[in-house]
């Protein structure tokens, strides 16, 4: 007798689980703030029943409950697949009822309105740095609008640029690499253009550069400069290609021939300028060699402030007059006796010091009057304008000018 009542039990159980109408669901969607999850529930046990799976009714209001529920601050996130659920509602509802009924009535505004809050959804989860959500949103944004476009749904654009750099943009931002670089590379067959997509190209190169893809490298480097000719990143790049792996002597030619070509190019002068001043105060060849080299600095750090005066610029002339200064200083030390020879030397050593610390006080005071109007240093900044503050003190002290000595040797205790 006690299992005949159970399994009676279970039947009835099981017969007021399926005891939801499509009636009783419509009537939880009254007003304009009816509960979603009440919703859900219903149309979920209505659908649940086997004889209702072919309503074509039933697929349109789960659409409709589905999109409001994945859109409620406090429920979406138990149904994050909600709007993708409510658009495949969408697509059985039509299957199901050949002369679109419901859908007419409703002028496709439900599938226009998952498209667009699948797209504002992933801008939300991007920018909230949750960056697996943002791409699965941007995924379903290009599903939903591929299906409208083919089914003459909206008129949505094959190539739906944003939707596509936002997809690639989060999955680089997911550290998914290749897949970004799927996204992207849509858009670049596409020759798409415009400020926003710059980054794009820039990061194309990088990735070509890293997968040692020597052709796609190539052409994206390419194409970048094609559309952006005036962003001198390509020509960095293009510098960057030439240059390496060559020997510091292969390296300064290169230099010069790419200048002699194009001398007005600010960023290649000012990296030529790099390369020699590090070449000179810190490699291990020989003195004589790079003593060869101290000459063609100084002019092309002339050349490179002809070109465009910089605080950057100014200062590495002025850290190079002061080295070459002392240098001349300490060899006019070095030569002992009182012959005519060496107290000749002595003086133009000496002469020749005195016309480097001369002329590196404009070029020291340029990075001095930039960085002290500044209304804040960052770090960089900082070391920068305490390199001219140590430089002119340093030259005051040599001249014996006491004030503008005290005046630079304060700056620094202000600044420390």
């Known amino acids: 007798m006690k299992k005949i009542i159970v399994l009676l039990c279970l039947v009835l159980a099981s017969t007021l689980s399926f ?48 999109n409001k529920y994945s ?48 797209y504002q959804a992933g801008v939300d989860a991007f920018n909230d740095k949750q960056f697996a959500a943002a791409v699965t949103n941007f995924q379903y944004t290009l599903a939903f609008g591929d ?29 998914n690499d290749s ?23 820039e990061y194309l190169v990088y990735y070509y550069h890293t997968q040692k893809n020597d052709a796609a490298y190539a052409k994206a480097i390419a194409q970048g400069e094609k559309l952006y000719p005036d962003d001198t990143y390509w020509k960095a790049i293009e510098t960057a290609q030439a240059t390496d792996g060559l020997t510091k002597d292969a390296l300064f030619k290169k230099y010069d021939d790419m200048l002699q070509k194009d ?27 790079v003593d060869s080299y101290k000459p063609r600095l100084y002019d092309q750090l002339k050349k490179t402030i002809a070109i465009k005066s910089t605080p950057e610029d100014n200062l590495m002339m002025a850290r190079y007059l002061y080295n070459s200064s002392f240098d001349k200083s ?57 390199a001219s503050l140590l430089i002119l003190e340093s030259i005051y002290e040599a001249k014996k000018d006491a004030a503008k000595q005290a005046f630079y040797t304060a700056k620094i205790k202000a600044l420390n």
């Open 179 to 201: 897949a970004a670089v799927v996204y992207y590379t849509k858009l670049a067959n596409a020759n798409v253009s415009g400020p926003q997509y710059t980054s794009m190209y």
């Open 330 to 386: 300490d060899a006019a030390s070095n030569i002992k006796g009182g012959s005519p020879e060496a107290i000749k030397k002595r003086k133009e050593l000496n002469d020749g010091a005195l016309l480097d610390m001369n002329e590196c006080i404009p070029y020291a005071q340029v990075a001095y009057n930039y960085y002290t109007g500044l209304p804040s240093l960052k770090a960089a900044e900082k070391e920068n304008y305490k």
């Open 71 to 118: 859109k409620d601050p406090e429920l979406k996130s138990d149904c994050p697949d909600c709007k993708l659920q409510a658009f495949e509602a969408l697509k059985k509802c039509q299957q199901l009822d050949k002369k679109n009924t419901f859908l007419l009535l409703d002028q496709n505004h439900t599938y226009l309105d998952l498209y667009n809050g699948a």
């Open 19 to 66: 005891a939801q109408t499509l009636d009783d669901v419509k009537a939880m969607m009254n007003g304009a703030d009816w509960d979603p999850a009440q919703a859900k529930d219903a149309i979920d046990k209505y659908l649940s029943n086997p004889k209702n799976t072919k309503d074509a009714n039933g697929y349109y209001y789960k659409a409709i409950i589905y």
């Open 147 to 175: 299906y409208m476009r083919d089914k003459d749904i909206a008129k949505i654009t094959a190539l739906d640029t944003p939707v596509v750099l936002n997809a690639g943009l989060a999955e680089q931002a997911n550290k």
């Open 263 to 289: 001398p007005t190019n600010y960023d290649l002068s000012y990296d030529y300028s790099v390369e020699l001043y590090n070449y000179v105060y810190a490699n291990p060849d020989s003195a004589a060699k």
